[in-house]
């Protein structure tokens, strides 16, 4: 048992109600607004991209660097770049995003399809492969027809994924908080 460790969490369980609270609300937020949700996902991204062009462009002009000037030059204009677009056009970038995935799934697809097809002879249960890639297919598929049901759709199981953090987070602070309360 780590004392040490139970008396900090016991002192400090309210760090995880806040964090189980901030779930919740952003998970409620990903099913009243996806779309401002969407937003919100890109514009972090947008900012994390911004921020690493900048510290990019910082080392390039403060002293040697272990990859070459000019792939850290690269990588901060890039980022720079992908940064400003996506605070300037969120939903843009996301469509893209989509059909990037979607274009990525729909080649799986079919490799997987071609996979199973050569194969088959060597192995057994074949159809196995062939069905992920028409599964896999038809995903990539749904994601280039519809990019914009399918942006709502993500951002749903990102909101899933949070009301399910949160409820943990909320859950496990009330029995530390609980802990606390016996230790004092």
């Known amino acids: 048992m780590n004392a040490p460790l139970i008396a900090h969490f016991a002192r400090h369980w309210w760090v995880l109600l806040v964090y189980g609270l901030i779930g919740l609300g952003f998970g409620v937020a990903c099913f009243v607004a996806p779309g401002a949700s969407v937003v919100a996902l890109v514009w972090s991204f947008g900012l994390m991209a911004l921020f690493e062009g900048a510290l990019s462009a910082v080392a390039l002009f403060s002293g040697p660097s272990g990859f070459g000037k000019a792939w850290l030059a690269l990588y901060a204009l890039a980022s720079l770049a992908f940064g400003a677009l996506a605070l300037a056009r969120p939903l843009a970038i996301a469509d893209a995003l989509i059909l990037l995935l979607g274009l990525w799934l729909v080649v799986g697809g079919v490799l997987r399809i071609f996979w199973s097809v050569a194969l088959r002879k060597a192995i057994g249960n074949e159809w196995s492969l062939a069905l992920s890639g028409l599964l896999v297919l038809g995903l990539g598929a749904l994601l280039l027809l519809y990019p914009r049901v399918a942006v709502v759709g993500l ?27 016996l230790r004092v």
């Open 155 to 181: 951002v749903w199981w990102i909101g899933f994924g949070a009301l399910v953090f949160g409820l943990l987070q909320v859950f496990v602070a009330l029995r530390v908080r609980r802990l606390s309360r």
